[in-house]
RNA sequence: GCCGCGGUGGCGGAACUGGUAUACGCGCGGGACUCAAAAUCCCGUGGGGGCAACCUCGUGAGGGUUCGAUUCCCUCCCGCGGCACCA
């Protein structure tokens, strides 16, 4: 009767003994080869881990595991991003003091991570809202200042009503506050902005250089959003108490070349408004138009299928027909993207179309997909179209260019460039990409670390006074008028300026979330050290590729792998990167680029197929996974559970499979203990097990986990059936499954490995399994006999022996004979060891 | 609308470079063990036909290339993710 192993003890005796030796931490070893392997550190809620931060984490520690068996120096690092609202929200709720709830939560967090036996280095831990950490992130900032790409606006902010906070630009979702769903109203605010613009082009073009899964890398081109165009103005007309001429428009264009298919000039409410501000006497409708769409929230603005807008009743002068085209303001245009004005090419351009139709203004076809499908082509010769004759429907694409004057039938692209020339634009790139909203009027943050004096305006704080630390408040409420909590501790604001001496007050607004995550892995580097975020050294052996020149200050590499969630494709690796890039202009650290490699594993749902949610009551608690199936349970089902990348339904079920399997392991080396001499080795083991260390190797460094395991479930069953012949595999091969098992399953392999080996040796200090090419090879292979492409029958072939000898043993299947007989064999296709395929006439 | 990814049994999913579709796990059916149940072990398990040997259909739909297509090409449908009045 087969005993299932003991989880509980085995868990706690390895976990202790990893803890004690500290196994895994590791030093900055010159002679080794180094890994960086870095998940993204979590949040410490108070709900505690969710079975989703294991799908992450247990992946990259098999990873992290097998690396070391590779002889690597792996750097395997865990932290907490501990600033943030959920904290502060529940301070506001119970009066506790949000560090007092954060260092509890951290507690909780570091308790489950540990019972699942992960190899992290916790000597190196780091967590955000520790001041010897977010005084680095304030020194951060203080360099983004000095380096003008910090600065402090006024701003139209998206602010939440109910989290009474601001928030950045992409924290909207659809119009609503990403953390809790109100609708996002706009108001003014001087806020900190970073300049994140500055770094467009090479936050975009350093991505050729990383190697981000296609759709991480896409999301990140889309947030950048580049386009490539032209920008020229046109002059004004009719401008009341204004000369005709002397004041214009600019606009800007991707599509220069339909400028004769344009027949209005649309200019945003923003833009308008500011033409208000300079002087301009607009007529009450327009005037009130705008007003009233200044107004709007985003929401309303974009949600609206109706386009709307109001005829300012100036014209502006076409650069090339000098024809007068009116200026419409509409809310379709952007104030805040290009020049925030446009010229309209109905013909050619969907919402202009749409506006035009609605009120009537002009559409005029100027480029066709090619010559030839132009109507009234005779000859060769291009005909002018009549005005009114345009297609019915908008033509976006390239082509040739029609009723435009000496442009006609030149491809857009060489028009685009012509017509530059023509009328003096200049190539402009437009990117949606915004400087990045950094202020925060919240506690539970990093204070920026600013001050301002009456006399010398903002004046950072010197580097020597940091950190800036947050002061002890009674209360956490932000105020309705957008103060931080922090404008209430007079005693704290009250400062003296570092510039002049003079009083002057801190500024009381907090970093935003982003800030911290946005260097954590480079503190992981040194963690400790009080001098600098971390020094250029280890900076260097942990970021660099192997094989960098140590002479040179750059090279070429980042961490080595980054896994995290989707959900952070977008915002924190593009901050991350942004500061990365900064960090690297400043020469703090080596590479350009602070990851070389990023994966996202996918999204792990409830067992209803639904997000897990506490309201919906269907929530997996990882501790109690833990505790009825083991850690080495819940982590191979948490890899087997389906392709890495992908989105899966939890399945208690399956992991009872899981744990089935454990079992049979268990079992399987039981007899082994009291008889270690048991067993045979066979050349069809040895064959299997070469392939399975073979598989089990590139899966792990593929992230196919899902087949590694089911390659080592289908061994054991061999084994199984070995047993049941009478024919037991040996012990040396039972021994290297365990090797490929042991970053899986830690714990249960490394009690086996202790109960078998026969001497002192541990499982994890064991190299990685190795194999011969030969031994993949097998000696025959049942083949598969088809006749005209359908299967008609198997023969068992040696794999060395001649095609005539395929053909000859194929016909002699009796089934196949059938299917031959009487036909005559047009041609025969041999793949040795795979199958033969018979041509027959029908 | 644009970009990216995908669609295979009752379910999660395998399938190398175009070469026996459904590995592995779950579930289900049957058997062994047991007083019984659980656990464990063994056998079976895509649909249809047939006592069987076998036959036939079958990887979202339709077409194509090929001796042979889940895999390559074309057209379309559906789902997921991202972006979205960005000129």
Redesign the pocket.
């Known amino acids: 009767?087969?005993i299932?192993f003991d989880h509980k003890a085995i868990d706690s005796k390895w976990q202790e003994y990893w803890e004690r030796t500290n196994t895994f931490q590791v030093t900055e070893d010159e002679q080794k080869k180094k890994t960086y392997l870095l998940v993204e550190f979590p949040y410490p809620s108070g709900e505690g881990l969710h079975v989703g931060h294991p799908r992450s984490y247990t992946a990259m520690d098999v990873l992290a595991r097998k690396r070391r068996a590779d002889g690597e120096n792996v750097l395997f690092p865990m932290g907490f991003d501990a600033f943030g609202l959920p904290a502060e929200n529940y301070a506001i709720k119970t009066g506790q003091h949000p560090s007092v709830i954060t260092k509890k939560n951290i507690e909780n967090f570091r308790r489950q991570l540990k019972s699942l036996g992960y190899a992290f280095d916790w000597s190196r831990e780091v967590i955000t809202s520790d001041p010897s950490y977010y005084k680095w992130t304030q020194w951060i900032f203080l360099q983004l200042v000095k380096h003008d790409l910090a600065y402090k606006a006024k701003a139209t902010i998206n602010w939440c009503p109910s989290c009474k906070i601001g928030l950045a630009?992409?924290e909207v979702?659809?119009g609503k506050c990403e953390r809790c769903g109100t609708a996002v109203e706009q108001r003014e605010k001087e806020q900190w902005m970073l300049k994140i613009t500055a770094y467009a082009e090479r936050l975009l073009d350093d991505l050729e250089t990383v190697d981000y899964a296609?759709?991480i890398r896409?999301?990140q081109?889309?947030?950048i959003?580049k386009?490539e165009?032209a920008e020229f103005a046109f002059k004004l007309r009719g401008i009341p108490g204004q000369e005709n001429d002397k004041h214009e428009v600019r606009?800007?264009?991707?599509?220069l070349d339909t400028i004769y298919g344009a027949t209005f000039i649309?200019v945003?409410p923003e833009t308008a408004k500011f033409w208000m501000d300079i002087g301009w006497q607009a007529g009450d409708d327009v005037r009130n138009y705008i007003v009233d769409s200044l107004r709007k929230r985003?929401l309303e603005?974009?949600?609206?299928?109706?386009?709307?807008g109001v005829d300012t009743g100036l014209k502006a002068v076409h650069p090339l027909t000098d024809e007068e085209l009116p200026v419409w303001v509409a809310?379709?245009?952007?104030?805040?993207?290009?020049?925030?004005?446009?010229?309209?090419?109905p013909a050619h351009?969907?919402?202009?179309r749409?506006f035009a139709e609605k009120y009537k203004l002009p559409i005029i076809d100027v480029v066709v997909p090619s010559l030839g499908q132009l109507r009234g082509v005779t000859d060769g010769e291009l005909q002018t179209l009549e005005l009114s004759d345009h297609s019915p429907a908008v033509y976006a694409g390239e082509g040739f260019l029609i009723n435009s004057k000496d442009f006609d039938s030149l491809s857009t692209s060489e028009a685009r460039k012509k017509i530059a020339e023509a009328i003096g634009a200049k190539e402009k790139v437009?990117?949606?990409l915004r400087d990045w909203v950094f202020s925060r009027q919240r506690y539970w943050g990093e204070p920026i670390p600013m001050v301002h004096c009456q006399k010398c305006d903002w004046v950072p704080v010197s580097e020597e006074a940091l950190p800036v630390t947050l002061p002890e408040v009674e209360r956490y409420q932000p105020t309705d008028t957008g103060e931080s909590p922090l404008a209430a501790i007079r005693e704290w604001v009250e400062t003296t300026c570092p510039s002049c001496g003079g009083a002057a007050e801190r500024e009381t607004d907090t970093m935003p979330n982003w800030a911290g995550s946005s260097w954590y892995y480079l503190r992981y580097a040194d963690p400790k050290n009080e001098k600098e975020l971390a020094s250029m050294k280890k900076l260097r052996y942990w970021l660099c590729q192997a094989g960098s020149p140590s002479q040179r200050t750059t090279c070429d590499g980042g961490v080595d792998w980054y896994n995290g969630g989707?959900?952070h494709t977008?915002l924190h690796l593009l901050y991350s990167r942004f500061w990365h890039k900064f960090l690297f202009d400043i020469g703090v650290v080596p590479t350009a680029e602070p990851y070389a490699k990023r994966t996202s594993h996918g999204m792990i749902l409830a067992e209803d197929g639904q997000k897990m949610s506490k309201s919906r009551g269907n929530v997996v608690n990882p501790d109690e996974v833990v505790a009825t199936y083991g850690a080495d349970t819940m982590r191979t089902y948490e890899l087997?559970?389906?392709?890495f990348?992908?989105?899966?339904?939890w399945?208690t079920?399956?992991i009872?499979?899981?744990?089935?399997?454990l079992?049979?392991v268990w079992?399987a080396f039981g007899a082994y203990t009291e008889e270690p001499n048991r067993g045979v080795a066979s050349t069809e083991t040895n064959r299997r097990l070469a392939k399975l260390v073979k598989k089990v190797g590139e899966d792990i460094e593929l992230f196919?986990f899902?087949?590694a395991?089911?390659?080592m479930?289908?061994f054991?069953?061999y084994a199984?059936?070995q047993e049941?012949t009478k024919t037991p595999v040996d012990l040396p091969t039972l021994k290297t499954f365990l090797l490929l098992l042991r970053p899986f399953a830690p714990h249960l392999t490394a009690e086996l490995w202790q109960q078998l080996a026969d001497d002192k040796t541990l499982i994890w200090d064991m190299p990685w399994p190795t194999y011969n090419e030969a031994d993949l090879e097998d000696a025959s292979?049942?083949?598969?006999v088809?006749v005209?492409?359908?299967?008609?029958?198997?023969v068992t072939m040696a794999t060395n022996v001649s095609e005539e000898a395929y053909r000859i043993a194929a016909r002699e299947n009796?089934?196949v004979a059938?299917?031959l007989e009487g036909k005559t064999i047009r041609?025969t296709?041999v793949?040795k060891g795979?199958?033969i395929?018979f041509?027959v006439e029908e």
Do not use: C
Request: charged share 25%; net charge neutral.
């Open positions: 009767m087969p299932p630009h992409e979702v659809d296609p759709r896409t999301q081109e889309n947030w959003g386009s165009g606009v800007f264009t991707t599509r649309v945003s985003e603005r974009t949600e609206t299928a109706e386009k709307t809310d379709y245009v952007l104030g805040s993207y290009g020049t925030g004005a446009i010229m309209a090419v351009d969907e919402r202009d749409a437009q990117y949606k989707m959900e977008t087997f559970i389906g392709p990348a992908d989105t899966v339904p399945n079920q399956g009872s499979g899981v744990r089935r399997f079992d049979r079992y196919r899902n087949t395991v089911a390659a479930m289908e054991i069953n199984y059936e049941a292979a049942v083949v598969a088809q005209n492409g359908k299967l008609r029958g198997t009796s089934n059938r299917w041609k296709i793949r795979k199958l395929n041509v």
